[in-house]
């Protein structure tokens, strides 16, 4: 009987439904691989079983019975635990407290047993192979180590499973050896292990069973053996091209934008691309790839250790978004929430923000001239709200980011990055975006679109970069650019193995 | 030697740091000592120094407290009001009733300073008012009592009993009695947040918020035990000051709250929360009390007292920041050492 | 119609003006001179320069930092004033260049916070004493008293009849001025955007570092001529002046409507907070009250402020009423990842 | 809860605050013959109380209303509210003693200006902003009084310091002027003052700085402090020192605050007058003034109740001034028989 089971478990956020009808099982002693594009329901999924979130419908069983994860300390109680790309730690504490934090061991005299605690803590880190002490300050550790550190967390715990989200982004190749004789470890223990990744390498060689999910609907569960990278490739993609996606022809112009050799230690390394005027670029690749991070080098906003960026035929250091702005270069970030928006400020407000000295006279602010701004894009992107004044936090998840897209154009760039701009957002918002987007390339915009969506990337770019790893694998046109040879320059998967 | 701190792992470094503020503070008092004492000659005598561990029990004792909130990522500005309160409560009881026996009265004072302290925890865990703002009304509202009580009638050190008087006077095996009860708390205060589980999950809670509170750590009551401790601990300095300073008035310990403050921050204890330790306190209160009385022994004008604790404060920070910068700079360069992406690795 | 945050505004605001009503009333029957013209004009005058440095720290909490180092520039600087006075200088000249000191001051603070990124409570409680440290080391103890008329009349003047004092112009011009600056202005824009999120206003090309300098650089010239009307009203300069004040200054901003974590907060919610607490502090002045006792009720009306104001952003937000720590400056990568966790959740 | 409910219970709350604050106010005003406001330096300095009775036992037998309120720290600046809070409540005589002449003068002006008189005792205001300044005693004797008893305790040999109150203080500023004037006479040749150390009046402060004043000058022999604060916490810093007898100790005190550092042998002899009295002389001289029997010029004569007559003169160069009389001296011998 299987330790943890999803019967016909469903949650849709806002109309979009994230997870539809799934049901599958986890057995105990076993690394269950569970693989999908991005927005295949992945990390909605672990959200439910870690009970940061609760299913709209379906039952989470638990050797058979039925529970109801309502919160995180639940989900502990149960035994299931789950570890991020950058696990979260009480950086000032040792590693020995780190593992014991809220529940010290105690002595006869009902004081903290420290010598329990790090004789404990040292047999688990004994038992993962781990080269640091318990007393070791976590502050110095680096992120592999802050890994093993949560799962000495999860075993001191005795947690039956375990959930890693792409473990590996940000790892070394001895690290991630390290951490699958770790695994192993686990899996001997009997402890269950959840491994998402997009490295479809690391999947086979690791996991027992493979579960593919794709749109939120659950594809297949087989045993590892019987799925080749290939297959799972296949499974993964196919998604439906129904939205059929408007893409204006435009006509290409001479490079605009020019980077060459980019660079950022330990990130990103030689990216180079041309962007020309009209042309959409799409970057693909899967989540750690450092696309967003190579966007944001660009715009400023994180410090660029090589390389170099002409715009125009001129040459550009990106001081900061403000110097990036006035050489007419606009970056549309992935966190909307933290990012995107001032989300207690009204519609208009958030609109002007980017070009705020276009629109006052001597530094002093036109309102009028702000709230027209703001209702020709609330027009142009038929955002559905009362009016201008209207708090940006009180708007549907589609509508904000409509109102971040339109606070970018209203900064009239030549060359916009948009980062995940259709993330999340109902059916109907992506139409409307992807409209507007290829409109305004018609018009002699230049575009640079990171998205994980295949669909979107191929039915909109005229060509298609791909980033693995922090590097520019391949690039493909558009005729060239199938679903299949995205996925596999993406996963690092090569013909023969296919 | 910078050679090897740059071959030092991230590990070390960070032990490193852990200790650094120890031995910093401990390095500036012998700078200090060494200045001091070739310029001013009696500053090396042990009458001198029997001044010093007087003047700094009180510091130390409600510097412990102080500690406890500060690691919670809170402040407590009103100690100084609460060491006001207690001062005169228990000069109050002394003048009225010279029977009752001294420790008795110590009790009292922290039990009001206790009270005192459960006040500013409730405001801020349970009300949401943010410390600073919690703790500076507070300050206006305990110091407004204290006057209220005090009604003009000074208690001056003719109406208390020769008992009371005499404990600051008294020096047991040469060390002032204030400056062993200051040891005492010292102890005490270190031994607990060592050994006592909801003392340690100041450390966490301060140290992240939010793992704090996914961990199971029931954060607000916690916060409220803090500042409790930091009113009882100042409920004990009143006591201490009103021997100290047996004439009293509503002015007593005014702005007390920033000498307590500047030693815990040269303490080591981070203005964030989550580390610092007792023994750094002390040896800040230490340091700050003799450069105070060496600044006197060279006849300094008595403000260059104030604007050193100031100083001292944003000094005590930036070197902080940048220590803590530095060292996630060293984890950052470490990192990309290790994580060449080699393409050749993709095509195994 | 009226967007939310404007209704809810003015709702706070008229709850200040409901409040001033009512202690006027509290005062009246207190004592039958209250409510004579002269005696109401006169109500704010000692408080004025209380009302300027609440105007400087009102820029400064906006954007999501905090100054306790106002009243040791304003004493700082009025030191100086005075000494350079003393020593010969045109009154003018010489408070001309006890301003520059104070925006000095200010730049200290501005450059510790905005540049190196420092926590601005650590760093203006560490200013707060060094300044103060400044002020008696610049002038101990024997105050300087000997201002002519034609400067002291701005702080205890009086015009039509000596009736109307002229501090409360300075007040009302600079309230007027300031609000102008606040709310007209592309500046006073950005403040309210770095206040309510500064990652996103940095991303929207709003020069982040240079406007936080700038508003500790205002704190700091607005306790400068707080304090030069300070010596008007007094008619001296000593190294204690305003040591007291800090509670009335932070009463006055965030009674007036100023959010403590940054981002929201009014103007003319702040000169009416202001206006309330004058009214207040000369009701119990009436009443006999000891400046102690006054201090208890200005610290429970502090408090009731904060309180009122979390009731009311938790029935509009129908959210946890308020962080209970802040967030801690400068977001460690671990903590972009709880982010990252939770952007899914709620799109 | 719905949000209009909200606000208007808040509205509610802070009415019904207003309200309580309403009973807390106690101040009547009663129509009788003069009303005379009392400003000391500040409430809760015992020797201020005493003056503040004495000037109450006045206005009963003058059937005046004597109100007795000031700041409780030390500081001109906080005078300045209780000034024009006098002036709107209508009271017809302030009379105040400042640490701080020039921060009060403005404020006591505007009073003027609107008919109010200005009496100043013990601690004198600028000149031109008071009719009447009521002296205690003869500040030279005061000054040369206090160095003598000095001399005699320390037999005219050795380093002595001065711990005074403000040093905007007219009074102590004074005072210590007469004192620099006798010590500069050959008997005190080989007595040298070396510091004038200010305690604010503040019990705390003035106790840090009599310590700093025995760690900074290790073989001072003498303190004098010409302010009941100062004396009291110079006394207990030495019985705390231990050094009580080898550094003498003299200036202006209260016997009941000295009595038990006298006996201890802390003190052998310091002086002050009368404090109650002080208060019922400048209640009188008010009264006087109000009636118009005194104003100010030199020469004019009045009966202060049981005290007897009083003659206006120009003393130690400040005019017009009314003195109460010489100062008592207090010494173990004589200490039991005073009780103030």
């Keep these: 009987m299987s330790l943890l089971e999803l019967r016909g478990i469903s949650k849709s956020y806002g109309g979009v439904r994230a997870v539809d009808d799934v049901s599958f099982g986890i057995e105990p002693g076993t690394v269950h691989a569970l693989v999908g594009e991005n927005g295949a329901g992945k990390s909605t999924l672990v959200k439910l079983v870690t009970g940061v979130i609760q299913p709209d419908d379906g039952d989470l069983l638990i050797d058979g019975e039925p529970v109801w994860i309502g919160d995180a300390q639940t989900a502990h109680r149960l035994g299931i635990v789950a570890m991020y790309q950058e696990p979260t730690v009480f950086p000032d504490l040792s590693v020995a407290e780190n593992v014991f934090a809220g529940r010290h061991p105690r002595s006869r005299l009902h004081t903290v047993d420290w010598r329990g605690m790090e004789d404990e803590a040292m047999r688990i880190l004994r038992e993962l192979g781990v080269d640091f002490g318990p007393g070791t300050p976590v502050r110095g550790l680096g992120v592999a180590d802050r890994q093993l550190l949560e799962i000495a967390k999860a075993l001191s715990t005795n947690a039956r499973l375990l959930i890693m989200d792409e473990p590996t982004a940000a790892l070394s190749p001895n690290e991630v050896d390290n951490l699958f004789a770790t695994v192993r470890k686990l899996r001997e223990r009997g402890v269950a292990v959840v491994y998402i990744s997009h490295r479809l390498e690391e999947v086979a060689a690791l996991a027992d069973t493979v579960t593919v999910l794709r749109d939120g609907r659950h594809i297949d569960t087989k045993p590892a053996g019987e799925l080749s990278q290939g297959e799972i490739i296949r499974l993964m993609v196919g998604r439906s091209l129904d939205a059929l996606f408007p893409k204006e022809e435009a006509e290409i112009g001479d490079v605009v934008f020019r980077a060459d050799g980019l660079t950022r230690r330990g990130v990103f390394a030689d990216i180079s691309f041309e962007l020309r005027r009209g042309e959409i670029v799409g970057l693909a690749g899967f989540v750690g790839a450092g696309r967003t991070e190579v966007a944001r080098s660009i715009f400023g906003v994180d410090p660029l250790d090589g390389g170099r960026i002409e715009i125009e035929g001129r040459p550009f250091r990106p001081r900061s978004p403000r110097a990036a702005l006035r050489r007419g270069l606009a970056y549309l970030p992935e966190d909307r929430l933290h990012e995107g928006l001032v989300q207690p400020m009204s519609i208009s407000d958030n609109t002007s923000m980017a070009v705020l000295p276009a629109l006052t006279a001597g530094g002093f602010l036109r309102p009028r001239l702000e709230r027209s701004l703001a209702r020709r894009f609330m027009q142009q992107l038929s955002i559905k709200a009362t009016s201008p004044a209207q708090v940006v936090r009180s708007l549907s998840g589609g509508n904000q980011q409509k109102v971040v897209l339109g606070k970018w154009l209203a900064a009239e760039p030549r060359i916009l990055i948009l980062d995940e701009p259709t993330h999340g957002v109902d059916v109907g918002t992506k139409a409307d975006v992807h409209r507007t987007i290829s409109h305004l390339a018609a018009q002699g915009l230049t575009i640079l679109l990171i998205s994980s969506e295949l669909p979107e990337i191929l039915g909109m770019s005229d060509r298609v970069l791909v980033m693995r790893e922090g590097r520019l694998v391949t690039e493909l046109s558009r005729d060239e650019a199938t679903q299949e040879n995205v996925i596999q320059a993406a996963a690092g998967v090569t013909e023969e193995a296919a | 030697m910078i050679a090897r701190v740059r071959a030092m792992r991230p590990q070390e470094l960070a032990a490193a740091a852990f200790r650094l503020r120890e031995i910093g503070i401990v390095l500036a008092l012998l700078v200090v000592i060494v200045f001091f004492g070739a310029r001013a000659s009696n500053f090396l005598s042990v009458s001198n120094w029997q001044d010093i561990a007087q003047n700094v029990s009180i510091v130390v004792v409600v510097a412990v407290g102080e500690t406890m909130v500060v690691l919670t990522r809170n402040i407590d500005l009103s100690v100084g009001s609460i060491v006001g309160l207690c001062g005169y409560l228990v000069a109050a009881t002394l003048a009225h009733h010279p029977g009752v026996p001294v420790e008795v009265v110590a009790l009292i004072a922290m039990a009001a300073g206790l009270g005192l302290g459960l006040i500013n925890g409730l405001l801020v865990a349970v009300a949401r008012i943010p410390a600073i703002i919690a703790t500076l009304a507070t300050l206006a509202i305990y110091r407004g009592i204290d006057a209220e009580i005090t009604g003009g009638k000074n208690i001056t050190a003719s109406q208390l009993p020769d008992r009371f008087l005499s404990l600051a006077a008294s020096k047991p095996l040469g060390f002032p009695a204030l400056a062993w009860i200051a040891l005492g708390v010292a102890v005490v205060g270190a031994a607990t947040l060592r050994f006592v589980p909801w003392a340690r999950d100041f450390y966490a809670i301060g140290s992240n918020p939010d793992a704090a509170r996914f961990a199971g750590i029931p954060a607000g009551r916690r916060i409220i035990i803090a500042f409790a401790l930091s009113g009882a601990l100042a409920g004990l300095g009143g006591f201490l000051f009103a021997s100290r300073f047996p004439t009293l008035d509503s002015g007593a310990a005014n702005g007390f709250e920033l000498t307590v403050i500047t030693a815990v921050v040269i303490g080591g204890v981070n203005v964030f929360g989550g580390s610092g330790t007792v023994l750094g306190v002390v040896l800040g209160a230490v340091l700050v009390a003799t450069i105070s009385n060496g600044f006197t022994l060279l006849r300094l004008d008595e403000f260059w007292k104030i604007f050193f604790n100031g100083f001292a404060i944003v000094a005590a920070v930036t070197i902080d920041s940048l220590v803590t910068r530095r060292l996630q700079e060293a984890l950052r360069r470490r990192r990309a050492e290790l994580l060449v992406p080699s393409p050749a690795r993709a095509d195994a | 119609m009226k967007s939310l945050t404007l209704r809810i505004l003015l709702r706070w605001e008229t709850l200040l003006v409901v409040a001033i009503i009512a202690v006027g009333i509290w005062s009246a029957t207190l004592s039958p001179f209250f409510l004579n013209r002269a005696n109401l004009l006169d109500l704010v005058t000692p408080y004025v320069f209380v009302g300027l440095m609440a105007f400087g720290l009102t820029f400064v909490v906006i954007t999501g930092e905090i100054d306790i180092s106002i009243c040791s520039t304003l004493a700082a600087s009025i030191v100086s004033f005075a000494q350079i006075f003393a020593a010969g200088v045109n009154v003018w000249a010489a408070a001309l260049i006890g301003l520059c000191i104070a925006g000095g001051l200010g730049l200290v603070n501005g450059l510790l916070i905005g540049v190196l990124n420092l926590p601005s409570l650590a760093v203006t409680l560490g200013t707060l004493a060094a300044y103060s440290g400044l002020a008696f080391v610049v002038l101990s103890g024997e105050g300087v008293a000997t201002f002519p008329e034609s400067f002291t009349k701005y702080g205890g003047g009086y015009l039509a009849g000596n009736e109307l004092p002229i501090a409360l112009l300075v007040l009302v011009a600079f309230a007027l001025g300031l609000g102008i600056v606040l709310h007209g202005t592309r500046f006073g824009r950005y403040l309210y955007a770095i206040g309510s999120n500064r990652e996103a206003a940095r991303l929207s090309g709003i020069p982040v570092t240079r406007v936080r300098v700038t508003v500790f650089v205002v704190s700091g010239l607005m306790a400068g001529i707080a304090g030069l009307v300070y010596v008007g009203y007094f008619g001296s300069a000593r190294a204690d002046a305003a040591s007291t004040s800090l509670l009335d200054v932070v009463t006055a901003v965030v009674l007036g409507g100023v959010g403590i974590f940054g981002g929201t907060g009014s103007m003319p919610g702040v000169l009416l907070a202001l206006i309330l607490v004058a009214e207040v502090r000369s009701g119990m002045q009436l009443a006999n009250l000891s400046g102690q006792l006054q201090n208890i009720v200005i610290g429970v009306l502090l408090l009731a402020a904060i309180v009122a104001g979390n009731l009311i952003s938790a029935a509009r937000t129908g959210s946890r009423p308020a962080r209970l720590h802040r967030r801690r400056k400068g977001v460690t990568a671990n903590a972009r990842a709880d982010a990252q966790v939770l952007v899914d959740s709620n799109p | ?340």
Aim: with cysteine; proline share 4%; charged share 15%.
């Design chain 4, 1 to 340: 809860m719905h949000k209009r409910t909200l606000v208007v219970l808040t509205g509610l709350a802070v009415v019904v605050a207003a309200a309580v604050m309403a009973t807390l106010g106690t101040a009547g005003t009663a129509k009788t013959h003069y009303k005379i406001f009392i400003l000391p330096k500040a409430t809760g300095i015992p020797v201020f109380t005493q003056n503040g009775n004495g000037a109450k036992k006045a206005g009963k037998e003058l059937g005046d209303v004597v109100t007795y309120n000031g700041p409780t720290t030390v500081s001109g600046a906080a005078q300045v509210p209780f000034i024009n809070n006098a002036a709107r409540q209508g009271y017809n005589a302030i009379v105040i003693s400042t640490p701080d002449a020039n921060a009060v003068a403005p404020a006591l002006k505007r009073a003027a200006a609107r008919g109010v008189k200005i009496i100043s005792y013990d601690g004198d205001t600028a000149r031109d902003a008071r009719t009447i300044f009521v002296a205690p005693s003869t500040n030279s004797l005061i000054g040369q009084y206090e160095v003598q008893w000095m001399g005699a305790q320390i037999n005219y040999k050795g380093q002595i310091a001065i711990l005074s109150a403000n040093a905007t203080s007219a009074n102590q500023n004074t005072w210590i002027t007469f004192m620099k004037q006798e010590l500069r006479k050959s008997k005190y040749k080989n007595m040298e003052l070396v510091k004038i150390a200010y305690g604010n009046d503040d019990p705390t402060t003035s106790a840090q700085q009599a310590q700093a004043l025995l760690q900074s000058y290790p073989n001072l022999k003498g303190i004098i402090s010409p302010t009941t604060v100062g004396i009291q916490a110079a006394a207990q810093e030495l019985k705390q020192e231990g050094k009580c007898g080898k550094v003498q100790l003299t200036g202006l005190g209260l016997p009941n605050d000295m009595r038990k550092y006298v006996k201890s042998g802390c003190t052998t002899k310091f002086g002050l007058w009368n404090e109650s009295n002080l208060g019922y002389l400048a209640a009188y001289v008010a009264h006087n003034v109000l009636d118009g029997k005194l104003n100010g010029t030199l020469g004019q004569s009045f009966k202060a109740g049981t005290l007897g007559t009083f003659k206006v003169a120009k003393v130690d160069g400040n005019s017009p001034v009314v003195v109460l009389g010489p100062p008592l001296v207090f010494t173990p011998q004589n200490i039991d028989k005073y009780h103030f």
